[in-house]
């Protein structure tokens, strides 16, 4: 290469050496994949609780009453999210859970509590249990006034063995907040099918919607359905029927 000048020597290795470096870059590998849906609704709900968070009970004790309860290998359990605090845009939100039991003899009712972040009763409302065991969901009245933005409330799920001693009453609690919607949010909505809106949820990491759009089509996302029920050991119920609880009229004294 004698016959080269200086110069175009420096271009020619300049050259060369951009030649091996781009030669040895991943121009075929695709780009890192973005987590699966399934990883996002599990990562949602496995949020650990943050010191000066508000705690909860997401799984009935164990039963130590058989006269009430039959012994079950599942608890009661609330499907919430490892840090007992729930979001939702909802003014009516509705909450799941999984009853080990169906109505018998001697339990008939379960009862949902909701308190205010003040303490103050807010509902108070009995309902009938199902005939059998399975995932069941529970609807805020809209004849009760909505949940205000911005406030957490409380609420408490019991079923109901003994009304006058209740520390026999198997019992799950969390807490819920309503938070506002952005625009965003709102945008990805009507951008979406319903069967697809629980997307917009997750993306938002609004968890009591995002599982609430997946349940009512759960038989859509049957794999997705089963894999958030695998995370709370509920995936043998996950073809079953699921049954929202209806009140029950009290009946006034004279």
């Not at 999210?81 to 509705?94: F, G, I, M, Q, R």
């Not at 108070?124 to 065991?133: E, F, H, V, W, Y």
Request: net charge negative; charged share 25%; proline share 6%.
């Amino acid at each position: 290469m004698s016959w080269l000048s200086r110069d175009r020597k420096s271009v020619l290795i300049l050259t060369l050496s951009t030649v091996l470096f781009l030669s040895v870059l991943p121009f075929d590998s695709p780009p890192a994949q973005a987590q699966s849906v399934g990883e996002q609704f599990l990562n949602l709900f496995r949020r650990e609780r943050k010191q000066g968070r508000a705690s909860g009970r997401s799984r009935g004790t164990a039963i130590r009453d058989e006269f009430c309860f039959s012994v079950t290998s599942q608890p009661l359990t609330a499907l919430v999210s490892a840090d007992n605090l729930e979001t939702t845009v909802a003014e009516y939100p509705t909450f799941w859970f999984y009853l080990p039991w169906g109505r018998s003899e001697t339990v008939t009712q379960a009862r949902f509590v909701l308190f205010d972040q003040n303490q103050r009763p807010v509902l108070d409302q009995k309902m009938a249990l199902p005939d059998a065991p399975g995932i069941v969901s529970v609807k805020l009245p809209e004849t009760k006034p909505p949940l205000e933005v911005g406030k957490r409330y409380k609420w408490y799920f019991q079923v109901l063995c003994d009304e006058q001693e209740r520390s026999r009453n198997l019992w799950v609690s969390s807490w819920v907040e309503r938070v506002e919607a952005s625009s965003e949010l709102v945008r990805q909505l009507e951008s979406l099918p319903e069967s697809e809106q629980y997307r917009a949820y997750l993306d938002h990491g609004i968890s009591q919607d995002a599982l609430t759009q997946l349940a009512w089509h759960r038989s859509v996302h049957a794999e997705l359905w089963m894999s958030l029920l695998g995370y709370f050991k509920l995936e043998g119920v996950a073809d079953t029927a699921v049954t929202q609880l209806n009140p029950v009229a009290e009946t006034g004294s004279d």
